[in-house]
């Protein structure tokens, strides 16, 4: 596609917006630029001399428009493109005094970092500092808080749990028994199905033998849930 841009008229300045790819349909590139704050008029009031040039659009950047122009340094500002500085709001323009928010992924890194247990798709937070190191069958590691140390301790195969030093009295026997509850990958998203054994939680896993076991005949205990044989056709 050709890219539009509109440019400052003022002397000097380099501020610009660009029009983008991934502009929604049916909005025009001149919305976003009256939304971004700039100002067009015919280029006859603009450029004195040229009554001939009526159909010519002139700009007036954010920046010119509240004297804090001309842009002289170009950066990221969305607005004028000039040159931007970061601060825990946004993305402050030296220019056009625009804040431009953080996107949701710069905010995310912007987060406390997460305990190395924390699965990538595992959106929820650390529940507190690592306190357990939850071993895989190979003997590979993560130090994880008790939270995310459960949630991987359920997702392992033959994963064992370990109280870091530090750790509060418990921690790993709580991690091991909050891990026999949850299921395997439980980050995964709502609606996956749960029916394998490799996808419910252990204990799940658990009630669901001693439920076959009275349904084949070798379980101890008697529930009356086992199959009706009719002694009539059992000749
Ligand atoms: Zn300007
Ligand atoms: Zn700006
Ligand atoms: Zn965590």
């Excluded at 509850?181 to 996956?192: L, S």
Aim: proline share 9%; net charge negative; with cysteine.
């Amino acid at each position: 596609m050709i890219r539009t841009a509109v440019t400052c008229d003022r002397d000097g300045c380099l501020a610009q917006l660009l029009e983008r790819d991934d502009m929604p349909e049916g909005v025009e590139f001149e919305d976003v630029v009256e939304a971004a704050g700039w100002t067009s008029r015919p280029a006859a009031l603009v450029l004195p001399g040229r009554p001939d040039a009526v159909d010519v659009v002139g700009h007036t950047c954010p920046a010119c428009l509240i004297q804090r122009g001309p842009v002289l340094e170009l950066g990221e500002c969305p607005r004028c493109s000039g040159r931007t500085s970061d601060r825990a709001d946004g993305a402050l323009c030296h220019y056009c005094w625009a804040v431009t928010p953080h996107t949701p992924d710069e905010a995310d890194e912007a987060d406390e970092e997460r305990c190395p247990a924390a699965h990538p798709e595992d959106p929820t937070p650390c529940d507190g500092p690592p306190v357990v190191t939850v071993l895989d069958s190979s003997n590979g590691g993560a130090d994880g808080c008790e939270h995310h140390g459960a949630r991987l301790l359920a997702s392992l195969d033959g994963g064992r749990v370990y109280g870091l030093p530090e750790a509060p009295e418990g921690a790993a026997i709580r991690v091991f028994k909050a891990a026999d509850q949850t299921r395997p990958f439980a980050w995964a998203p709502e609606g996956t199905p749960r029916t394998g054994p490799d996808q419910l939680s252990r204990a799940e896993v658990r009630r669901a033998d001693e439920d076959a076991a009275v349904w084949d005949g070798r379980g101890i205990r008697n529930t009356g849930a086992g199959p009706v044989i009719d002694g009539d056709d059992w000749t």
